[in-house]
Nanobody
């Protein structure tokens, strides 16, 4: 089992920044892929970014590329999502996700095995 606990969400004005954290515990593997997804009211959960734990290779969706950056801290067993230049359309619940093993950096929800409880991000205009 793997446990994921997100933190760092909140209310911010457009143009501002937030950093989300996802603490990972349990039976984890260095072969894992860690991802961030988001879900706005009435919409499906969508991919934002992911990172391959072993070599820190990353993938970002087109909607966040250049503004958001995913990273990981090996010692703290934590994944981060640094979000800059936030827009009202970034408002959503953000979820951390864990895929046990993979080479290709997964970007669909059904490829991930574990999920956090989510953290709300609200961007005011």
């Amino acid at each position: 089992q793997v446990q994921l606990v997100e933190s760092g969400g909140g209310l911010v004005q457009a143009g501002g920044s937030l950093r989300l954290s996802c603490a990972v515990s349990g039976r984890t593997f260095s072969t894992c892929i860690m991802g961030w997804f988001r879900q706005a009211p009435g919409l499906e959960r969508e991919f934002a970014a992911a990172i391959r734990w072993s070599d820190r290779r990353t993938k970002h969706s087109d909607s966040v590329k250049g503004r958001f950056t995913i990273s990981r801290d090996y010692v703290k067993n934590t994944v981060y999502l640094q979000m800059n230049s936030l827009k009202p359309e970034d408002t959503a619940v953000y979820y951390c996700a864990y895929k046990t093993a993979g080479v290709v950096i997964a970007d669909s929800t059904d490829e991930y095995d574990y999920w956090g409880q989510g953290t709300q991000v609200t961007v005011s205009s």
